[in-house]
């Protein structure tokens, strides 16, 4: 086929160079916390993609599967402050954002000094989130939206970036909250751990038994992610995108004419419109990781199920046909693809 | 080729890009127009054996509008090709068939309708979209093939249109032979009206009844129903007229003597000499016994003086006196008055002189000189019924010659009687009396003693013929117009057997014999 294809145009080249380093230092965090962490790609993926993006992730797996490790190590890699907190059934608010105390100053008089909790860090590790009761749950709901917290009246402001890295365990129900919706709507992906493949159980076993103490370099800073997370937001997406991004959203709700009928019987609500911006500002950042300048929607495919499944609430009739919000999601998707087909 | 204006409006600021899009563009065109040759040769087999359908159903009438929607199927596809080939696609629509062969991405998508204010980018992204289409293989990843399915629909769009196209030439051939059917027994049951309004005026020029010349003559007004081909104001026609030869016979039978004949008769024949009066009488045959009575005057004339012997006067007086009566009761004033005179004269005396008898005599000749008249009229009446009702028949279908004329001029030429009696009423049942065209002399003259004898001096039944001349000439007419008819080869098959078979059913069976 003989085609004249252009030189590259030079007023690309910044673009395509940041593309460039986009993904180089995506790379290269992947490559450090894999150093640790054995397999798990796609949960390292998309654990960095949320946080690129500025959103909290909630990582949901059975114990030993590395979760906690995870996200220490995800800490680790970056040049950010990490604390971790046990969420336990006795944990309250103030374990969390601090309290303010009467402090003697050595002359006699006495004062109140606010004492900062674990959560004025960049990387909060939430450790079996669902073991704490809903109040001390819902201490994060501002911390999580707003990016500060507030105490005794006065607002302070979160160190940003500021994440928080969520693990629960699905099978042990007692003596656990579930979250409420408001906070599932905070998390901007949801992550489901799977058990390790064959090969990676061995190379976790030769790792963790051979006595090596196995540490992370860190690669990049948090100007640099906000850095990521500005060149992410700047590509473009088109009307049709945006389009194709608020019907997947709004196949979620059972009273929406685009929803399947799958979603019509099993779910009792559909997500939110945070779900919409969740899922185009993951999308942009899987473009850049793509190389892409523009987005496309295959991104938005890659990160439905993520963005959406924990928005979506179920009804009984699910639970007991053994429905999933991920099987509902392939329904959704799969009618997605074909109405996007249809339109050539 | 040019694109859409839309594509045209994405200058991507490199001729390579264009290109390839052109090129895309055109094979977006030929996807398209083989999947709307699918379509429509689709929608043309249905279409056909649909009309295919219709026609086999609906044997007669359809065809034109058949044949036009079967044009207009072909006309319609051919359009519809046309239509796609010459539009070209939107960027938009070029997009989402291109990109997946592009690897997905939506990179032709977004370009389609890419955001003012994301500008920087565009560059990049057209540079990706040029890497992405130098590594296309066009030809084959977007290959292009008469699908098999196309195939068939194709061959059996063509194969329906031939069985149409078949079966419309057998349909239509079969539609002109019947219409060419239908004109022809048209053309023929016309001929055969014509035949009998041409008798009819033929009549009207040989009858002296000036009644039914009156009303034969009018006969022209249903030629002109006729020939408007308009078989309903026929009918109509027909049935108006039909009503006035049946009110004419309905007259004609009111004032009909016939009834008293017989008693005429029986008294008649008691008068010396007035036996062929009296058989006349009871032959019903008034025409006979008009010239009879006419004889008899003039008899009587002669011999003014002399003087008529009345067998058993009292009763013959007395049945003449009954018959006078019941003449008077239907209001045949002449004959009751002429039938009273003469019973007055009976009953004074068993003889009378021939002067007071001949005036009686006379009235009587004129009586039964009328009567005689309305019975023709009357069966002149049935006859044109007959035909008319016969007429009818073949408006309406009958076959010709299933039931010939009889024809009114070759019947009563002149008026004259035909021979055909009837007892009483003309309508009503023939009577073995005296059978038509008989001529027959009593033995014993007016005036004269005994008993008379009917002797028959000719005879000729059956033959069916004009008693007068004009009938005559009507016959060498028909036989002269049948052998013409038969003869002309420019006719039709069919017409020449119609006409033949109608001339030979007319036509006498035996020659007239002289007497």
Redesign the interface.
């Known amino acids: 086929m003989s085609t004249s294809l252009p030189s590259l145009s030079p007023t690309a080249e910044p673009e395509a160079a940041a593309i460039t380093r986009f993904q180089e230092q995506f790379a290269a965090l992947e490559a450090a916390v894999g150093q640790v962490v054995v397999g798990q790609e796609a949960i390292i993926r998309q654990t960095l993609i949320a946080m690129i993006a500025g959103g909290h992730v909630l990582l949901e797996g059975v114990p030993g599967l590395g979760k906690t490790l995870l996200v220490k190590t995800i800490a680790s890699a970056l040049h950010l402050s990490f604390q971790r907190v046990q969420f336990t059934p006795d944990l309250m608010p103030s374990d969390l954002l601090g309290t303010t105390l009467l402090m003697d100053d050595g002359r006699g008089a006495h004062q109140f000094r606010y004492e900062p909790g674990p959560i004025f860090c960049h990387v909060l590790l939430g450790d079996e989130i669902n073991r704490t009761t809903p109040k001390t749950q819902s201490a994060l709901l501002e911390a999580m939206q707003e990016g500060h917290v507030t105490v005794g009246g006065t607002t302070r402001a979160l160190p940003q970036p500021f994440f928080v890295l969520a693990t629960q365990n699905p099978l042990e129900m007692e003596g656990t909250y579930p979250l409420p919706e408001a906070q599932m709507d905070r998390f901007f992906f949801q992550l489901l751990v799977p058990y390790p493949k064959e090969e990676e159980f061995e190379q976790i076993l030769e790792r963790t038994t051979s006595g090596h103490k196995l540490e992370t370099q860190a690669t990049l800073g948090g100007d640099d992610l906000l850095a990521m997370r500005a060149l992410a937001a700047s590509i473009p997406a088109t009307a049709t995108l945006r389009q194709r991004a608020v019907r997947l959203v709004m196949a979620t709700h059972p009273e929406s004419p685009y929803a399947t009928p799958e979603v019509r019987r099993y779910v009792r609500y559909g997500a939110s419109p945070r779900a919409g911006q969740a899922c185009l500002a993951a999308a942009k950042i899987v473009a850049a990781l793509a190389g892409r300048a523009h987005v496309a929607s295959e991104d938005l495919v890659a990160v439905a199920h993520p963005v959406l499944r924990h928005r979506m609430m179920l009804n009984f009739e699910a639970q007991a046909d053994g429905r999933t919000a991920d099987t509902l999601l392939d329904g959704v998707i799969a009618a997605a693809r074909s109405q996007w087909s249809a339109e050539v | 080729m040019a694109l859409s204006p839309e594509m045209s409006g994405m200058d991507?600021?490199?001729?390579?890009?264009n290109?390839?899009l052109r090129a895309m563009a055109v094979r977006w065109r030929r996807e398209r127009g083989l999947a709307a040759l699918f379509g429509a040769m689709m929608a043309v087999s249905v279409g056909m054996g649909v009309l295919c359908l219709i026609l086999w159903l609906s044997p007669a009438g359809n065809l034109g509008w058949i044949t036009a929607a079967g044009g207009v199927l072909w006309l319609g596809a051919a359009l519809v090709l046309w239509w796609v080939w010459h539009r070209p696609p939107t960027l938009?629509?070029l997009a989402?068939?291109v990109d997946p062969l592009l690897g997905?991405?939506?990179?032709l998508?977004?370009l389609s309708?890419?955001?003012q204010?994301?500008e920087?980018?565009?560059?990049?992204?057209?540079?990706?979209l040029?890497?992405r289409?130098?590594a296309?293989?066009?030809?084959n990843q977007w290959a292009l093939s008469l699908p098999l399915s196309t195939r068939w629909a194709a061959g059996a769009a063509l194969v329906l249109t031939a069985v149409l196209i078949i079966a419309g030439g057998v349909q239509w051939q079969r539609e002109e032979r019947r219409i060419a059917h239908q004109q022809s027994v048209l053309e023929e049951r016309l001929a055969l009206a014509e035949e009998v309004l041409e008798d009819w005026e033929e009549f009207a020029s040989l009858t002296e009844d000036e009644e039914l010349k009156t009303f034969f003559a009018e006969a022209g007004r249903l030629r002109e129903k006729l020939a408007e081909h308009d078989p309903l104001q026929a009918m109509v026609a027909i049935g108006q007229m039909e009503e006035q030869l049946k009110a004419m016979a309905a007259q004609v039978e009111g004032a009909s003597i016939a009834p008293h004949a017989a008693a005429m008769a029986g008294a008649l024949e008691a008068f010396e000499g007035m036996g062929a009066l009296g058989a006349a009488l009871r032959r019903n045959d008034f025409q006979a016994a008009s010239r009879e009575a006419a004889r008899g005057a003039e008899a009587l004339d002669g011999a003014p003086k002399a003087q008529t012997a009345i067998r058993r006067h009292a009763i013959t007086s007395e049945t003449l006196a009954a018959t006078a009566r019941q003449a008077a009761e239907k209001g045949q004033k002449g004959l009751a008055d002429a039938l009273s005179a003469m019973a007055q004269k009976a009953k004074a005396s068993d003889k009378l002189e021939n002067r007071s008898l001949s005036p009686s005599l006379r009235a009587l000749r004129n009586e039964f000189s009328q009567e005689a008249a309305r019975r023709n009229r009357g069966r002149m009446a049935a006859i044109g019924r007959d035909q008319l009702n016969t007429l009818r028949q073949r408006l309406q279908g009958g076959q010709p010659g299933e039931c010939p004329f009889l024809s009114l001029a070759q019947t009563n030429a002149a008026g004259q009687q035909a021979g055909r009696a009837s007892g009483g009423n003309p309508f009503g049942d023939e009577k073995e009396i005296a059978p038509a065209g008989r001529t027959e002399q009593a033995s014993v003259g007016m005036g004269e003693e005994g008993d008379s004898e009917i002797t028959t001096l000719s005879d000729t039944q059956g033959s069916g013929v004009a008693s007068g001349e004009g009938g005559a000439v009507a016959l060498g007419d028909y036989v002269e117009l049948s052998r013409r008819a038969v003869n002309d080869e420019s006719l039709p098959l069919a017409h020449r057997r119609a006409i033949r078979t109608y001339f030979e059913r007319i036509r006498p069976v035996v020659e007239p014999s002289s007497p």
Do not use: F, H, N, V
């Open positions: 991507s600021g490199d001729d390579g890009i290109r390839e938009r629509q989402l068939r997905g991405g939506d990179r998508l977004a309708e890419w955001p204010a994301k920087r980018w565009r560059a990049l992204a057209l540079q990706q040029a890497d289409l130098k296309l293989d066009l030809a």
